[in-house]
DNA sequence: ACAAATATAGGCAAATCTGTGGCAGTTATT
DNA sequence: AATAACTGCCACAGATTTGCCTATATTTGT
């Protein structure tokens, strides 16, 4: 399916160009004279990809990129005149994808556009993939083992289909029932806990990781990334 | 976030430069004289990031990433000392996330490392995830939780439910017939307070908030955004 | 302003949920 | 066949949640 473009610059002659070479690559491209109006219209109809010149009317583009960061994943390319050192760094800070500097060639910049969406697809393709990494585990669904970094860990096999499962949806409450139904093929209601039964065992195998198996009350569970050291990165 | 970082360059300066400055942000890193070197242990222990030069011994750089590509979704940053448009291109296009001419900053270079590894963490965050927001506060209904700002608050599974429901119909009144049949169950007319009782628990919880539950008098609630410059009005 | 109806706040106890250790039936391994 | 491993269940203790009760405050209608 054809991929959503926003740009923004104020200069209409950089928008036409950049346009035409993404449209030309199949992507729906919408333009825009300031960054405020395409955070208006993305608020109403989000995009896949957004590329914000810096120097605008209103909101500049880096204000824009800040403020689409703090709630939404969208892809980010900031373009600007600016070429020092502490203009790129601020930018890839601030929460873009890319920074390239202007005047650059289009074609790089559909290259650049062509990676990002590669990388988010090889990211979704990720779970049906044979090796699945979580923090600092992986396993291998294939050759059906499991690390914990260098150091194999022996899993029983439920205790591995549900591992494979909670890899599968890291980050994600999982509820009893979608286990039952998913590991161990039960679709009626069971009034059971081996659920939690194994994810006991699975717990004691993992405390040397920093992968753990939260509960989440009157729910199920949830996998997720311990942060050792600092607590709020992001 | 230790993640695990193997860089290939012939010149062992610059694998001593830009592995210190990694090693300094926290991350794992792991030095190889050549790209093949660096595959070869890949394929025994993964890493996250690979950042390879173009000339090298043995398979050059691009070859090595191409290689990898075939296989495997890991982030890869390509360093080199061709500048051409065409090199930035072709590198790119072979499938590295990120091309960097050389002599660059290790500074920038490690903010973008960050940026791909931040990239990564929001793809798998988003890859299903279903999110809502209102004034200031979000709330993941797959991971189940709750963010005022960048604080997360714990919610019970009723009050999650109902927040959801009132997320889900922000601005409009809601009856306590209306959730007591979303969020209960409930269809037949019960006569109950369960439903103050929980939106007293969530208003606490809520102080915090710009998101405020307000009471429809005889009705039932409305939950809604409190302009912050107004705060004195209530 | 006053009474009736409705909403809020605090406290309480029943019901529910989770983690633990132990146990036994079944399955796999030697 | 004997032994070990795996898996589900049980019971218990501790923690959390939640509905209700009562007292108090707020709103509405006259």
Partial sequence: MSKKIYI??????????IGSFLKNEGY?????ESGDALYERFLAVPCDLIIL???????????????????????IIIVSALDSELDRITGITLGSDDY?????????????????FRRVDLDRKVVSADILVVGDMRINVKSRDCW????????????FTLLTYMFQHADQAVSRQQLLKHVWGVEWDADTRATDDILKRLRKKLVDSRVKVESVWGFGFRLVVEDEHEKSEK
Avoid: H, W
Avoid at 8 to 17: Q, T, V
Avoid at 28 to 32: A, D, L, R, S, Y
Avoid at 148 to 159: A, F, G, M, R, W
């Fill in 8 to 17: 923004a610059d104020d200069d209409a002659n950089i928008r036409f160009i």
């Fill in 28 to 32: 729906q491209v919408e333009e825009f």
């Fill in 53 to 75: 010149d810096i120097m605008m009317e209103g909101r500049d583009g880096l204000a824009i990129c800040a403020k689409l960061r703090e709630s939404y994943s969208v892809l």
């Fill in 100 to 116: 390239l500097v202007k005047p650059f060639s289009p074609v790089e910049l559909v290259a650049r556009v062509k990676a990002l």
């Fill in 148 to 159: 914990i970094d260098q150091k194999k860990v022996d899993l029983t096999p439920t205790e």
